[in-house]
């Protein structure tokens, strides 16, 4: 679905736009720097009321920035102890600024508000983070999974220490791009975020092992066919790198025509950009000059970059696939959640007969009870 408003008309609407703030003036993580309105396209039909915050996190190399996030309200009196939290990991919305959750809303609008919409029903407020870089100072580096759990957890913190009717009791739940970060999160929570009360996540359409087939990027890709989304995921991912590492000279691996499209992702979301890819023709293999497996250890570096924790969770976690995915790589993250399981990790999986979209609200059927299981 492609976005229907302009980045353009949102700001005009809603005066928003990214904090500007030096780089000495850093908000402290989970600490709240400014509150500002939703703009009507970045709020659910479901939700009572909502604002969007700028706070203290982290990003690479834990240097300090100042993140944003949405937070919507359920109808209703808050119950004794406050709403409990669901945090909400969104998927690939893209990589600029204008992109960026709290400002323009989903890309598969229809989808995340019925999702969303779900949780608030069940008496649940929902805090989303942007991640680092979307939508305020700083390149968002794309997958990079230790810099979403910081910039989740910040966000929570920042929401209950503004609103008091909000517990600090909460829940991560994403999907694909969002489905790793809750990954990330659920191995890191308690110990990022000790002064909340983390109880578990759930994660769908979650990529794993990814290191494995990125390695072999290169010249020599053939030209197959892929979907609409799969090639901006990568010209994000190598616009992640340039941001999480540029010591490696990621520039010099690609074409002319490969330094172009990365540097267009940059400023185009997620439904335009695989349109423009689409139309244009665009086969990876002829945005290299040279192979991605011409870097040392380029697998440990992916790995390091944007590979699942594969132990050490101490709350539970819902993984829920669709068995029609080809968004991400489906018998990897069966082969990750067989893992996990295998190692006594506290996981649960639920298989659907969908796609990588579809899986998002099917889930709902399993993911609605396993999560009010962790706040009874």
Do not use: K
């Not at 009360?197 to 290191?211: K, S």
């Amino acid at each position: 679905m492609r976005r229907i408003v302009t980045a353009a008309a949102v700001a005009a609407s809603c005066a928003l736009t990214p904090l500007a703030a030096p780089a000495a003036a850093q908000p402290a993580p989970g600490a709240v720097a400014a509150v500002q309105p939703l703009a009507p396209v970045a709020t659910p039909p479901a939700a009572a009321s909502g604002a969007r915050l700028l706070y203290g996190s982290t990003t690479v190399g834990d240097a300090p920035t100042t993140a944003s996030a949405a937070v919507y309200f359920p109808p209703g009196e808050a119950p004794e102890g406050g709403w409990p939290v669901i945090a909400w990991a969104h998927g690939t919305v893209g990589i600029g600024d204008d992109c960026a959750y709290s400002i323009a809303g989903p890309g598969a609008r229809d989808r995340d508000w019925e999702y969303l919409g779900a949780w608030l029903d069940q008496g649940y407020a929902v805090v989303a983070a942007d991640y680092a870089g979307l939508g305020t100072p700083g390149e968002h580096p794309y997958l990079d999974g230790i810099v979403e759990a910081h910039n989740i957890v910040d966000a929570v913190r920042a929401a209950t220490a503004q609103y008091p009717s909000l517990s600090r009791e909460w829940v991560v739940v994403g999907q694909s791009q969002g489905g790793a970060a809750a990954v990330f999160t659920a191995r890191h929570a308690t110990e990022f975020g000790p002064d909340l009360d983390f109880r578990g996540a759930v994660g769908t359409g979650v990529p794993a092992y990814l290191e494995d087939v990125l390695q072999f990027l290169g010249p020599g890709v053939p030209p197959i066919e892929l979907g609409a989304h799969t090639s901006a995921y990568v010209l994000y991912l190598l616009a992640g790198l340039q941001t999480a590492h540029p010591e490696l000279n990621i520039e010099a691996l690609l074409t002319d025509a490969g330094r172009q499209w990365v540097e267009r992702g940059r400023s185009v979301c997620l439904e335009d950009f695989g349109a423009e890819l689409t139309a244009d023709n665009v086969v990876l293999g002829s945005l290299f000059a040279r192979p991605l497996m011409s870097l040392p250890n380029v697998h440990g570096l992916l790995a390091g970059y944007l590979g699942l924790p594969e132990s050490g969770y101490d709350r539970p976690l819902f993984l829920g696939q669709g068995l029609r995915d080809t968004d991400v790589l489906t018998p990897e993250t069966l082969r990750f959640a067989a893992g996990l399981i295998a190692r006594g990790e506290p996981v649960t999986l639920r298989v659907y007969d969908d796609d990588h979209s579809g899986t998002v609200n099917a889930s709902l059927v399993d993911s609605i009870p396993f999560v009010r299981g962790l706040f009874e």
